[in-house]
């Protein structure tokens, strides 16, 4: 019989020492899986599960409507519509220069500039969008959402877009929308904006952004791998703006455009008892939906660079010698300072000499014996140089600001400015040099330095007619919610008060309806048949022409940036006005034969609308 060891014993004891080995290693092994999970779950489980949240949910705004803009009559004027945006998450592309060239064969973007934004945005907001293509046709949305699913990290957002109507109408006042500044993001009243919203820039998108604007929503949405939307978890609901009613009547502004079309100019029409601006247009103009859509840089510099300075609201910025029509500021002056007897007969035989220089009067051979209301019918220079002299450039320049020029009227939606009244002390402070008497007697006829807006021109006119009254112009009716609630509503706002002696202005008021209404008035263009106007032309030189030049020169053959500006100011009825006119049209020429038949047109318009 042969020996052998006992085996089994040995394997048993190196087996048991194994097995108490991996006893040992799979405890630790469940430790370490224990001490993380605890780790994951309890130290850290707060964190992990927002960033899980975040991986299958997606936080969207919801941006509100803009407020709508309406006309007095409740013409909406400027509304909203859907615009489509293409955009891309940098976080979920897979290959961007394949990505690009996908969209590239879909829709027409700038490639260079969207794979530059895309690789700024991934280093430093990947999981926000970059909108690389604003207002997708029908066509170019039809084939990025057929193709959608094959492009990873591709979106499309649908935003509301601001749409005006009627393009280029009241452009000035109502005024257009721009990307947000940074300066305006550190501002209180836009604290509702973010980083590339379109806010109010000018105008009455401006001065009311505030209630435009609305509040802005939110959305929680779970969507699956490739981007898509799944379902809403949560929704807050966008607040519309508040809506914005004007004061002006669509069918008399779209009228004044017309009447300025292919003319660079303003016309201006007021309420005389109220302040309520009824129309309001600037030419040339410009189109606000080509800012909602987002200017570039070309389209820009073309606006800046046009030399008929579309962006400029004339009625309220552009500065202007008032020509004749400061011959009314003379009238008032020297008959409140007592300087002018209204009977008082004065020869003009068409020129005065002072000092040895002529002074010549616009008709040549003058006017005859001519008296106070002769000479604001027919405009007689040669009276109002005279009249000029005897009152003083110093009195003058008192009672044009005591009658509202040289200052702002208050009507904020834009640039205003304040026009120019000049006395002897702006003289010596502004150019080092005293005062000339040749320089009183231009200032009379409303040349020289005197400059003034037609927003200025329109409110004289209309206080001398309501009683000396000088009320803030205003363009807003009203503003209100979707919920009827009234936020404003327009008040009448007095600014100040002549305080001249009625019989003064009532012997003014006689001769500015004798210039439309008598024979040889110079706005007779302008009378109606069944309404008494009243009213005042002006022709305002923009370069002075030597006499044998003036007279030798027919104004077509002068250059365009020398004729002289056409002025109109006027009222209707005389008797209890309902309407007061401003009407410039630059380089018109005279004031009588260009500007009045446009008054005629606008008056007609508004009477046979108001009182059928």
């Not at 500044?181 to 820039?201: A, S, T």
């Not at 209204?342 to 009067?361: A, M, Q, T, V």
């Not at 002390?425 to 007697?441: C, D, F, H, I, S």
Request: with cysteine; charged share 25%; glycine share 8%.
């Amino acid at each position: 019989m042969v020996w052998r060891p006992d085996f089994d014993t040995i394997e048993t004891e190196v087996y048991q020492k194994r097995l108490t080995r991996l006893t040992y290693l799979v405890l630790i092994v469940f430790g370490v899986l224990l001490v993380r999970l605890w780790f994951l779950q309890i130290i850290n489980g707060a964190r992990y599960r927002i960033q899980s949240e975040n991986n299958r949910i997606d936080l969207r705004d919801v941006l509100p409507f803009r407020g709508l803009v309406f006309d007095r009559n409740g013409q909406l004027l400027v509304d909203n519509r859907p615009s489509f945006i293409l955009g891309v998450i940098p976080e979920d592309i897979r290959e961007l220069d394949g990505l690009i060239g996908d969209l590239c064969r879909l829709v027409e973007i700038d490639s260079l500039s969207a794979k530059r934004r895309t690789k700024e945005a991934l280093k430093r907001d990947p999981f926000n969008p970059v909108y690389i293509k604003k207002d997708l046709t029908r066509d170019e949305l039809a084939r990025i959402e057929t193709n959608i699913l094959s492009m990873p990290g591709v979106i499309i957002e649908a935003k509301p877009k601001r749409h005006y109507l009627y393009s280029t109408l009241a452009a000035h006042l109502i005024g257009y929308l721009g990307e947000i500044d940074r300066e305006q993001l550190n501002r209180e009243e836009y604290r509702e904006n973010k980083p590339g919203d379109f806010v109010g820039k000018f105008g009455i998108e401006k001065k009311w952004q505030k209630y435009l604007n609305g509040v802005r929503g939110g959305q929680q949405v779970e969507i699956d791998a490739t981007g898509r939307r799944l379902r809403v978890l949560y929704q807050k609901e966008a607040e519309p703006g508040s809506n914005i009613y004007l004061t002006i009547d669509k069918d008399l502004q779209m009228l004044a455009e017309k009447a300025l079309y292919d003319k660079a100019g303003a016309i201006v029409a007021m309420k005389p008892g109220s302040g309520e601006i009824l129309a309001m247009a600037s030419s040339p103009a410009f189109d606000p939906n080509d800012f909602a859509k987002g200017m570039d840089k070309k389209g820009w510099q073309r606006l800046v660079s046009n030399p008929y300075f579309p962006l400029q609201n004339r009625v309220i910025s552009g500065q202007y010698p008032p020509g004749s029509l400061f011959k009314v500021v003379i009238a008032l002056a020297g008959l409140q300072e007592g300087v002018i007897d209204p009977n008082e007969k004065i020869f003009c035989g068409g020129s005065y000499s002072l000092k040895g220089r002529e002074y010549r009067d616009w008709k040549k051979g003058g006017h005859g014996y001519v008296d106070l209301h002769r000479a604001l019918v027919e405009s007689c220079d040669i009276y109002f140089y005279k009249m000029g002299q005897k009152i003083g450039i110093d009195t003058i320049a008192r009672y044009a600001k005591r009658l509202g020029f040289n200052c702002k009227t208050g009507l904020q939606i834009g640039d205003e400015k304040p026009g120019l009244i000049p006395d002897k002390a702006w003289k010596l402070r502004r150019w080092n040099a005293p005062w000339e008497q040749g320089e009183t007697l231009s200032v009379a006829v409303g040349q020289s330095f005197t400059l003034t807006t037609p927003i200025q021109i329109v409110r004289f006119m209309s206080a001398l007619f309501n009683g000396g009254i000088l009320f803030r112009p205003q363009v807003t009716n009203w503003i209100g919610r979707r919920n009827k609630e009234t936020i404003f509503e327009f008040k009448p706002d007095v600014a100040g008060h002549w305080g001249l002696k009625k019989e003064n202005m009532e012997l003014v008021k006689r001769a500015l309806i004798g210039v439309v209404n008598e024979l040889h008035g110079t706005g007779k263009r302008a009378k109606l048949d069944k309404i008494r106007v009243a009213g005042k032309t002006g022709t305002a030189q923009v370069i002075a022409l030597p006499q044998e030049e003036e007279e030798s020169v027919q104004e077509r053959e002068i250059p365009y940036k020398f004729r002289d500006h056409a002025w109109f100011m006027a009222v209707a009825p005389a008797e209890n006005p309902e309407i007061a006119l401003a009407i410039l049209v630059e380089h018109g020429g005279m004031g009588g034969v260009v500007a009045a038949p446009i008054a005629k047109d606008m008056f007609e318009s508004y009477f046979n609308k108001v009182k059928p």
